[in-house]
C-alpha cells in the first residue's frame, strides 16, 4: 500500500502562483504512476495532471496545460505540482493519487488517494 498526504495549499490571489507537495510513504513510490485531481464546491471530481512512474511522461488537462507543471523526486517520494497564474475557478480540494502501471486520468483508474488539500484563489 502507498499513504499519500498533499501539503501547500492555501488562498492566493488571481493571477498568483501556489506549489502543492504530495509525500508518499508505504511501498516504494518509484513504481507508482501519480496524479493530482481536484473537487470543487457541487462539482465531480475532475483530473488535473498526470506523470509516469519514472517521471518520463506527463499528462494535462486543457484546463491546466500552459499554467501547471507536474513533476516528482522519487529519491524523495514526493510529487509536486505548480500551479502558475491562478484563477479564481482552480479553487477546489486538491487531490494526489497514485497507481501501479500507467497513470490514470480517471479518479477509478486510481488506487491510492490523499486526504487533499484546498486552494482557494481569490479575485
Known amino acids: 500500500q502507498v499513504q499519500l498526504i498533499e501539503s501547500g495549499g492555501g488562498l492566493v490571489q488571481a493571477g498568483g502562483s501556489l506549489r502543492l507537495s504530495c509525500a508518499a510513504s508505504?511501498?516504494?513510490?518509484?513504481?507508482?504512476?501519480m496524479g493530482w485531481f481536484r473537487q470543487a464546491p457541487g462539482k465531480d471530481r475532475e483530473f488535473v495532471a498526470a506523470i509516469g512512474w519514472n517521471g518520463g511522461s506527463t499528462y494535462y488537462a486543457d484546463s491546466a496545460k500552459g499554467r501547471f507543471t507536474i513533476s516528482r523526486d522519487n529519491a524523495k517520494d514526493t510529487g509536486n505540482l505548480q500551479m502558475n497564474t491562478l484563477k479564481t475557478e482552480d479553487t477546489a480540494v486538491y487531490y494526489c493519487?497514485?497507481?501501479?502501471?500507467?497513470?490514470?486520468?480517471?479518479?477509478?483508474?486510481?488506487?491510492?488517494w490523499g486526504q487533499g488539500t484546498q486552494v482557494t484563489v481569490s479575485s
Open positions: 493519487a497514485a497507481r501501479l502501471g500507467n497513470y490514470g486520468t480517471k479518479e477509478y483508474h486510481n488506487d491510492y
Open positions: 508505504g511501498r516504494s513510490f518509484s513504481t507508482y504512476a
